[in-house]
Every structure is written in C-alpha cells, then in structure tokens.
C-alpha cells in the first residue's frame, strides 16, 4: 500500500511534468471553460426570467453546471495519454519494473484531479468576478470542486479502460465524442430540472454528469438540504468505484495479450 | 542440452533456465513452439532468427509482461510465473520498441526508472550520473529525449534498463534501426557490460554479425523453436569446408543442378534459391573447376562464383534451409 502511494506519487509527477511542458495544451484547458462560461452566460441570460425559475441569476445557476461540464471533458480524453504510453514502449517498461500495477492508472488519475481542481478554481473565481454568489460558502465551494473531481475521476478511469480496450486512438476520440455531448446535455447543468422535458428529466435521473451537477449546485445555495447532496453525492461515489474496477479490468485483459 | 525439471532447481551458474516453452496467442498463432535452453551467469547468450520466429516473445514471457500457454523459465533461480515480483527487482530490459519517455529529459527518465525500483536520495542520484557518463549522455542529459539522435535514445534505453544494477540484462534487437557507427558503439558498450558488472545478457538480433561478434552461445530460432544451439565456433566448425555460393544466369529448378553438383566429389549441402545455388565442399578454390565443367557441359551460364569461409549466414542457412539475408530483405521491404 505504502508502495502504491510512493509509486502513484512518481508517476503523478512525471505525468504533471510531461503535462506542463506543452504550455499550449495547458492553455486551452483553462481558457476553454472561461469560454463556456462566458458565451453560455451570455447567450441564455435571459432564461434567468423565465416564470419557474428560482435561482436569482443565470450565472449563480450555471457556473456549478460549467464546473462540471468542464471536469467532464478534461478527463474524458484521459485515455489518450495511455495510447500514447503503449504505442511509444513506455507502458511495457513500467510493466517490466516492480512498480504497483495500481499506481500506473492512479498516478493518471491523480493528475487528472489536480488539473480538474485548477481547472474549477479558475472557472469559480471568474464566476465570482462576473458577478456569481456563493451563499453556500467555502464549505459549499469544496463540495461542488469536489463533486467535480470524483465525476472526473471516474470519467478518467472510463476513458483509460476504453483505451485499454480499444487500443487506438481514433476509436477513444470518436467513443469519446459520442459519449461526452449527450452526457451533458442530458442533464439539468444549463437548464433548470422543472423546465427541461420529461424524457430528459427521466434520463438525467440515470446521468452520473446530472449527479454531480446537483451535488455542487444545491451545496453552494444558501439553503443546503443535506439529504439531497448526500444522496447525489453517495451515487456518485458508487459511479466512481465501479469505474475504477471497470479500468482495473481492463488493465488485466491488456496484460493478458501481451 | 541440461535438461532440468523444475526451474527453481537451477544450479547457480544458470542465469536463465527455459523449458519447453510454448506460447499460442489468442488468434491462435503459436508463436514459441517449445523452445528449451539456458544461459550460464555473466555471458552473453544470442537468439539469433528472422522477425516472427519468436524471440521477443521468449523475452517477453522471461520479462514477466507475457505469460507462457506451456513449459517453464527461470530466472536468477525464480520461476517466472510463480514469483514474477521478485523476477523483476533482478532483471533489467530494453524493449525492441524504445520505452523512453519522450517529453522527459535523459536524467528525468533515468531517475523516474530508478524511483520505480525503489531506489533514492543520493544513490540514485550518483548512480543516474554514473550512467549518463558512461554512456556519453552527460551532455545531453537536461535535453528533452525527443531531441536525441537514434543511438543517444537506445543507449539510453541500456542505461535504463541497468538503472538497478539489475543481475540479468534483456536486449531485444538493441541495435535495429542504427546506423553502423551508433551500432558499433553500441556493441563496445555491451561488451564492456558483461567484463565490468558480471551481468548476464539475454541478446535477441537478427544480426548475425552482432550474434557473432557478443555472443558467447547462441541460438537460431526458426518459427517458435531453436533449430541449432552452440558457440559461433562450434557452429561454424560444424560446417566443415568452405561455403561456395554459384549464381546462374537463368534459375533451374528441374533438380539437374542437384544430379550434377553430386557427381563432383567433396561437394555437399547443395540448396539451390532461385537463380543461387549454395554448396559446401572442403577445399572451394579446387571444387570450383569441376563445378563449373559441369554446369558447361550442359550448357547452363553461370553470372558469378564466391568462395568464403563458413560464417553464421551458412549456419542459418543449413539448419533452416533458406538463406538469411533473403529474410532480412524481405523485412526492409516491408
């Protein structure tokens, strides 16, 4: 265990290291939410007076829908790094080493958080600067980044199985594109749940992008329900535990056809 | 051979013990088809054979990344299934395919390599320096591997892969892709591995001139199995004569060359490939008369004649029965 966390801890520097050596990369991460916010924000600020809505702006609505929308992305293209490690003969030098087979999928996932982590932080306070409340204080701030990260977590370890199973990088870019849109648009992050169609309604229900969208949004209000944002946010830990088993088993069956 | 059961019974002057391995992957290609052999500690030992015939494989089931179908490898005494963590604290390998990072600088590579074998602190840091400097690579040490030539990527390759100071050493096709300099650095730099670290090497190539020139054994794997095993001098003793190598102008495959070139006496080993026709005898220079006579006699023009002393080409070519360079074409080409 001590070993895994040493192991994780090298790997999650090299991946952070090899990460900010393309500055361009890095960019993009970050001012591609800035844009969302911004355009979404703009675009549908109006929604804020359609009759049934509640929050007092669009803005305090949508930033948590940003925050999470943005966590989804950066980590669903995960698995591309892996590719990468298997074509260029890095993934099989580590295999050849003693290192903990665990730690080379949760060094990626570590980093992944931190981007995430920064990649929120960023998108908060821009909200914050263009006029976001926050009644629900840092406590409620935590939670909605930290709703974010275990969304990506798993939406990381999702797309490093699919890598492991598919093996090249077309096939993870056109998955990844087929499943990342609909994830959020079938969910309440730009609109509010009483004014979006049922059948959406009903599918969101099943969407573990909704869960996390529902766990940031009702923990920043200035009235909490607790049981709400427990119950979203224990789906979400399931999500995460039964993806990271999922990415376990892909691991395997790559080790197995080598 | 040494035929030993079970290979944790292996006697200490054995590196790598291997039994009947048979590897048949799921598409059902059977990739080792029961190779058997072992590797006496501090030398180096070559699987020499054309791409396919099975030698990554054979080092990647001794590497612990694949596992066998059947049969059983040993190394530094421990079975490979078995006990694969303690196999891997003791084995280092260079992979055909670099696993060089990249985007990471030559010393950042070496470090995150030694990290992972649990090595730190100031003795990884004096045995990272130890290694660039022995391989050249001090200079280039802070440049990102993207920009390394060939040769300065694959030496880093080595030096990774003795980043431990690991008992056996894998070299999958070390040198493929060089060009002859960065080769024969290459080659020096191996050598002076096995005097100055006692290590024992596991050398796969296609080269026979690089199997000739390290190997203190050797093997030829064709298609899954070892066809012939010794030194390169038992090998080439074997074939007692000169190689004599006749090209036609037009090729005969009806067998005449076969009947005719058995009439000369002392010539033997004919195979003919296309337009080439290779024969063995004891003396080549006072063969040769009688062997263009006949082929006159019977009106069949002949382009070229070469005598030369028997090399690995021959051994490859008598035990596989077709010519080795020719498999080393056709992978150029592909």
């Known amino acids: ?258 | 051979m040494k035929s030993i059961t079970n290979a944790l019974d292996m006697p200490n002057e054995y590196a790598i013990v291997v039994q009947n391995l048979v590897k048949v992957y799921q598409d059902k290609i059977r990739a080792l088809d029961g190779i058997s052999f072992s590797v006496k500690s501090g030398t180096i030992f070559g699987l020499l054979g054309p791409n396919g015939a099975g030698k990554s494989t054979t080092v990647k089931i001794l590497t612990t990344l694949s596992r066998p179908t059947s049969g059983e490898a040993g190394v530094v005494g421990l079975d490979v299934v078995r006990y694969p963590d303690k196999v891997r604290e003791s084995i280092g390998c260079v992979a055909q395919k670099s696993g060089v990072d990249r985007e990471a600088t030559g010393r950042e590579n070496l470090t995150l390599q030694g990290q992972l074998y649990g090595m730190k602190g100031s003795e990884l840091t004096h045995r990272v320096d130890e290694l660039l400097d022995r391989f050249g690579l001090s200079d280039a040490a802070n440049r990102i591997t993207r920009t390394y030539s060939g040769g300065m990527q694959r030496k880093l390759d080595v030096a990774m892969g003795l980043v431990h100071r690991p008992q056996v050493l894998f070299l999958d096709e070390p040198t493929t892709g060089l060009d002859p300099k960065a080769r024969s650095d290459l080659w020096n730099e191996i050598e002076n591995l096995v005097n100055d670290e006692h290590i024992t090497i596991l050398l796969t190539t296609h080269y026979l001139e690089e199997a000739d020139r390290l190997a203190e054994r050797l093997a030829i794997v064709d298609r899954g199995r070892i066809v012939v095993e010794g030194t390169p001098d038992e090998l080439k003793s074997e074939l007692h004569g000169d190689a004599i190598h006749i090209e036609l102008s037009e090729s005969q495959s009806d067998g005449t060359i076969e009947n005719l070139f058995n009439q000369v006496s002392k010539v033997r080993d004919v195979v003919i490939e296309g337009r080439l026709v290779h024969a063995r005898a004891d003396h080549g220079a006072s063969s040769v008369p009688a062997l263009l006579n006949v082929l006159d006699a019977e009106g069949i023009k002949v382009a070229s004649v070469t005598v030369a002393r028997p090399s690995l080409d021959d051994v490859y070519l008598r035990y596989t029965g077709h010519a080795y360079h020719h498999e080393e074409k056709n992978e150029v080409l592909k």
């Open chain 1, 1 to 258: 265990m001590r070993e895994t966390i040493i192991h994780s801890w090298h790997i999650t520097i090299r991946q952070m290291r090899n990460l900010m050596r393309q500055p361009w990369y890095v960019v993009i991460t970050l001012v591609q939410p800035i844009i969302w916010l911004l355009l979404f924000g703009g675009l549908f600020k109006s929604i804020a007076s359609v009759p049934g809505f509640h929050a007092k702006s669009y803005i305090d609505f949508l930033t948590p829908g940003i925050v999470i929308m943005s966590a989804l992305f950066s980590n669903g293209w995960s698995g591309m790094g892996v590719i990468d490690d298997m074509d260029r003969g890095v993934m099989d030098r580590f295999l050849v080493t003693p290192v903990s087979r665990g730690a080379i999928i949760t060094g990626r996932l570590a980093q992944q958080g931190v981007v995430t982590i920064v990649q929120s932080v960023i998108i908060i306070f821009l909200a914050w600067l263009v006029g976001a409340h926050f009644p629900g204080g840092i406590i409620g701030v935590l939670v909605l980044i930290l709703s974010a990260m275990i969304l990506g977590g798993s939406i990381s370890s999702l797309s490093i199985a699919l890598a492991l199973l598919l093996r090249k990088e077309e096939s993870v870019i056109a998955a990844s594109n087929l499943i990342l849109l609909p994830l959020t648009f079938l969910s309440s992050a730009f609109m509010q749940e009483n004014l979006i169609p049922h059948w959406i309604r009903i599918a969101a229900g099943f969407n573990p992008v909704d869960w996390a969208v529902n766990t940031g949004r009702q923990a920043i209000t200035a009235s909490v329900n607790p049981a709400y944002v427990s119950l979203h946010g224990l789906l979400l830990v399931l999500f995460v535990i039964i993806c990271g088993w999922l990415a376990t088993r892909a691991f395997r069956s790559y080790q197995r056809s080598v």
